[in-house]
Nanobody, 127 residues
Framework: EVQVVESGGGLVQAGGSLRLSCAASGFTFDGYAIGWFRQAPGKEREGVSCISTSDGDTYYTDSVKGRFTISSDNDKNTVYLQMNSLKPEDTAVYYC????????????????????WGQGTQVTVSS
């Protein structure tokens, strides 16, 4: 089955850290753009970060720059999102997504990745 599966979410205190993992099954990340979205209750879905497997370029939304780091391990077919200095505002369901593209894609509303989506992992940051 072709899918991506997220893991690593949980409950942490403000200032803490989590590392999310996105593992691909049925395809290889090489040649894909892989990214993370998040959606909090009452808010629109937001593109958080993306990595291009063709050149390694990365993207971060302004609110997470300097705190989050996206990376890939092609041998493990896994992308990670290291989240440090977490804030209550980071609380959301985080989704991994992928599109067969050499670069991260952007539309009118921001990051766009359409081919594969995970089912999400909950991240909750307490104050």
């Amino acid at each position: 089955e072709v899918q991506v599966v997220e893991s690593g979410g949980g409950l942490v205190q403000a200032g803490g850290s989590l590392r999310l993992s996105c593992a691909a099954s049925g395809f290889t990340f090489d040649g894909y753009a892989i990214g993370w979205f998040r959606q909090a209750p009452g808010k629109e879905r937001e593109g958080v970060s993306c990595i291009s497997t063709s050149d390694g370029d990365t993207y971060y939304t302004d609110s997470v720059k300097g705190r989050f780091t996206i990376s890939s391990d092609n041998d493990k077919n896994t992308v990670y999102l290291q989240m440090n200095s977490l804030k209550p505002e980071d609380t959301a369901v985080y989704y991994c997504a992928a599109e067969r593209s050499p670069h991260c894609l952007f539309g009118y509303y921001g990051l766009v990745l359409r081919d594969y989506w995970g089912q999400g992992t909950q991240v909750t940051v307490s104050s």
